[in-house]
């Protein structure tokens, strides 16, 4: 949606359940901070006020993956950083995208995780931002993800190989299957 009294536009953060747990606006208009969670804006808009959440137990787009825990076939899920790169993705067709809200993932995302992907011997693929953040994020959550479920990371197009501002959203719906092609 669009925050018009902030200038943002606006991402509903849910948990596994679909519940919604927090609000995020990024600003269009350069305002810092550039993303924000809402608290106080919650009252303004008659909603009840946010209690508890943390990013880190929240997987964005979560509550739609898990549907896929029951399953029997592998699944694949693909992991980005943000709110737009997981919507591209799966405006390109990767129905199966979820979000760190960040570089780094937690123990409870490992833990969704693994659940999703590995109840049926699914593969996972890192595409996390591509600068020093991203490659550490990948490398280190690929680590600790390989212990239970198979990863691959998807490298950018040599036309995005030195842009240390490039997302997956930067890339083309060709560029991403061919980046998963070649994971």
């Known amino acids: 949606?669009?925050?018009?009294?902030?200038?943002?536009?606006?991402?509903?953060?849910?948990?596994?359940?679909?519940?919604?747990?927090?609000?995020?606006?990024?600003?269009?208009?350069?305002?810092?901070?550039?993303?924000?969670?809402?608290?106080?804006?919650?009252?303004?808009?008659?909603?009840?006020?946010?209690?508890?959440?943390?990013?880190?137990?929240?997987?964005?787009?979560?509550?739609?993956?898990?549907?896929?825990?029951?399953?029997?076939?592998?699944?694949?899920i693909f992991v980005v950083e943000g709110f737009k790169a997981c919507m591209w993705m799966h405006q390109a067709g990767f129905t199966n995208v979820g979000g760190l809200l960040g570089h780094y993932m937690t123990a409870p995302q490992k833990w969704i995780?693994?659940?999703?992907?590995?109840?049926?011997?699914?593969?996972?693929?890192?595409?996390?931002d591509n600068n020093w953040q991203g490659?550490?994020?990948?490398?280190t959550a690929g680590l600790q993800l390989a212990k239970g479920v198979r990863v691959r990371?998807?490298?950018?197009?040599?036309?995005?190989r030195d842009d240390d501002k490039a997302q997956p959203d930067s890339c083309t719906p060709e560029e991403l299957w061919q980046a998963k092609e070649t994971a």
């Open 113 to 128: 995780l693994e659940d999703l992907a590995g109840a049926g011997g699914g593969t996972v693929y890192m595409f996390l």
């Open 1 to 76: 949606g669009f925050d018009r009294w902030h200038c943002r536009t606006t991402y509903p953060i849910r948990d596994l359940g679909g519940s919604l747990v927090a609000i995020s606006g990024r600003s269009v208009t350069g305002a810092m901070p550039r993303y924000k969670i809402y608290d106080k804006e919650y009252m303004v808009w008659g909603l009840p006020q946010r209690e508890g959440w943390q990013r880190g137990n929240v997987l964005y787009n979560g509550h739609r993956l898990y549907g896929l825990y029951h399953q029997r076939e592998p699944v694949e």
């Open 153 to 160: 990371v998807c490298m950018y197009p040599a036309r995005l």
């Open 135 to 139: 490659w550490h994020g990948c490398e």
